[in-house]
T-cell receptor, first 115, second 110 residues
Framework: AQSVTQPDIHITVSEGASLELRCNYSYGATPYLFWYVQSPGQGLQLLLKYFSGDTLVQGIKGFEAEFKRSQSSFNLRKPSVHWSDAAEYFCAVGGTTSGTYKYIFGTGTRLKVLA | NAGVTQTPKFRVLKTGQSMTLLCAQD?????MYWYRQDPGMGLRLIHY???????AKGEVPDGYNVSRLKKQNFLLGLESAAPSQTSVYFC?????????FGSGTRLTVV
């Protein structure tokens, strides 16, 4: 069965500290992988995506993620967190099953940034 | 540069009432989706469409109907609203790789 697990419901970091948000997935074929960010009361914005090729993917706002097939993981990282990064982050996985491009989302990790 | 537009943004319904949520995209995307977001549950797929005139059930379709009569529009209907349908509803469109989301509709059923 296809699934996405984000083990951390809440994470708190100090401004300027490094960040890693975890994402593990289960998918039968080569997956498409995504990270989205949602600010309070807003829609979801795409941070980055992985389809194939280089397993280290760069995204917007200084974020990056690394695809590790052997660990079925796609963790999101940022070297130095800014207060404006406080938001909820969602990992998603999917593919081209029957040409539908449906994606499954994790339950999210809420990031709090301390000044 | 509208992207995906959802209307209305907020709505309060009484149990048993009906309503339609409208999603419009101006990017000529083939694929459109309706998700609901509930605390601690992430986003769950309600219905989706792979092109004009097509619709299909997602993970949680019960109590909802959809239509895609025009490529740019994807309508989500609630025929008889229930309190369990209180949620935030997001529409998304896609050219096949990656979604563009609307800003959501917050629906409360009392």
């Amino acid at each position: 069965a296809q699934s996405v697990t984000q083990p951390d419901i809440h994470i708190t970091v100090s401004e300027g500290a490094s960040l890693e948000l975890r994402c593990n997935y289960s998918y039968g074929a080569t997956p498409y992988l995504f990270w989205y960010v949602q600010s309070p009361g807003q829609g979801l914005q795409l941070l980055l995506k992985y389809f194939s090729g280089d397993t280290l993917v760069q995204g917007i706002k200084g974020f990056e993620a690394e695809f590790k097939r052997s660990q079925s993981s796609f963790n999101l990282r940022k070297p130095s967190v800014h207060w404006s990064d406080a938001a909820e982050y969602f990992c998603a996985v999917g593919g081209t099953t029957s040409g539908t491009y449906k994606y499954i989302f994790g339950t999210g990790t809420r990031l709090k940034v301390l000044a | 540069n509208a992207g995906v537009t959802q209307t209305p943004k907020f709505r309060v319904l009484k149990t048993g009432q009906s309503m339609t949520l409208l999603c419009a995209q101006d990017m000529n995307h083939e694929y459109m989706y309706w998700y609901r977001q509930d605390p601690g549950m992430g986003l769950r797929l309600i219905h989706y469409s792979v092109g004009e005139g097509t619709t299909a059930k997602g993970e949680v379709p019960d109590g909802y109907n959809v239509s895609r009569l025009k490529k740019q529009n994807f309508l989500l209907g609630l025929e008889s609203a229930a309190p369990s349908q209180t949620s935030v509803y997001f529409c998304a469109s896609s050219p096949g790789t990656g979604y563009t989301f609307g800003s959501g509709t917050r629906l409360t059923v009392v």
